[in-house]
């Protein structure tokens, strides 16, 4: 699901990364774009229910190794 996507858009990265190699969030619409600030052209697209249902299960843990 790769791309080029760049229309002016707010990307944002979390306080607690480093210099390099952060993941970027950013909205276009009701679709969640994400990307590694390392390789910007490739994104992932995802529906805002998807990236709820992720975060839902980083915040329960449900990704721990």
Do not use: Q, Y
Not at 39 to 47: K, L, M, Q, V, Y
Request: charged letters at 30%; a negative charge; hydrophobic letters at 35%.
């Amino acid at each position: 699901m790769g791309g080029s996507v760049d229309r002016g858009l707010a990307w944002r990265k979390s306080r607690a990364c480093s210099d390099s190699a952060c993941i970027e969030v950013a909205r276009d619409g009701d679709v969640v774009l994400v990307r590694n600030s390392e390789r910007p052209a490739d994104i992932t697209r995802h529906t805002r229910a998807e990236w709820t249902a992720f975060v839902d299960g980083v915040k329960t843990g449900e990704f721990e190794l």
